[in-house]
């Protein structure tokens, strides 16, 4: 059996790797999906939490254009800086709603790429199953897991590095989980992100809010570092337009009429706007 660093979700045991079904010692069994994902998932809200499968398609069309590389090679810079702090142990990496895995796919490939791969083990999780069926076929390198942000499925100091893109977090769990020395990256809309979007999906629309510390009230969480992606895209092509608004919350509140306008549209100027936020558990 190999030890991994999952929990059991049921009782908190570790679970350990036997054939194809991960198991703790209470004989919990969760067994691994033909895409190479487990399901860690025990208790649900709905029947089918998280992003459907028609939002989880359009994230992936959208992400996979190009649009975001630029906050996937921030996020990358700032793992990689981690990484050559440390010397002879490999950190784990883990993405907190992760969708269909899109910055851990491309984490991946860097790290394959720079002859790195050895020094880093990557692990996902998403509350959405189509999300993680999705991230599972991207790399069979890394480890996806259906689960609940709000409550980890991951063992007590087990994690170097967090990761969370525009996800729901809980700042005791991220405490939990992280090693004394770790870091969380928290990526969180700068005020006129999408600004181009939501002026045509709204009459009149107020500026995200301008968070500056999206983890305040933690006390072993601290800010250490601040970055700012703000630039202007075109979107270019009516199916990727609609990928944008189906992968967003604005979709569900457009109206019928501003939606069949959108859905004309063949090229569509909007601001990107990104805060990135790295946090050090521990003392300074």
């Not at 390198?141 to 170097?160: R, T, Y």
């Amino acid at each position: 059996m190999r030890k991994t660093i999952y929990k059991c979700p049921i009782c908190d045991e570790r679970l350990q790797l036997e054939g194809k079904s991960f198991v703790c010692d209470k004989k919990h069994n969760f067994d691994i999906a033909k895409e190479g994902y487990v399901n860690l998932l025990v208790h649900k809200s709905s029947k089918e939490p998280g992003d459907s499968k028609l939002s989880v398609i359009s994230r992936k069309e959208f992400l996979d254009s190009g649009y975001y590389d630029q906050l996937s090679n921030l996020i990358n810079t700032l793992i990689f800086k981690f990484i050559s702090t440390k010397t002879n142990s490999q950190i784990a990496v883990l993405d907190i709603g992760c969708g269909e895995g899109f910055y851990l796919s491309r984490l991946n490939d860097e790290l394959n790429k720079n002859g790195k791969k050895s020094e880093a083990d990557l692990w996902g999780l998403d509350i959405s199953k189509p999300a993680i069926q999705h991230a599972s076929r991207r790399s069979a390198e890394i480890n996806f897991c259906v689960g609940n942000a709000l409550s980890l499925p991951f063992q007590d100091n087990s994690v170097d590095i967090a990761l969370s893109v525009f996800a729901p977090l809980d700042s005791e769990e991220v405490n939990r989980v992280l090693k004394n020395d770790g870091q969380l990256i928290v990526v969180v809309p700068g005020k006129n992100h999408l600004s181009g979007l939501v002026k045509l999906v709204y009459d009149s629309s107020e500026p995200h809010k301008d968070d500056k510390d999206p983890i305040k009230g933690s006390t072993k969480l601290k800010l250490v570092d601040t970055r700012e992606i703000k630039k202007t895209i075109t979107i270019i092509g009516q199916s990727k337009i609609m990928s944008l608004l189906l992968m967003t919350p604005y979709y569900w509140s457009i109206n019928l009429e501003k939606k069949q306008k959108l859905e004309k549209l063949e090229t569509l100027e909007t601001e990107i706007d990104f805060k990135v936020l790295t946090y050090t558990k521990g003392v300074l």
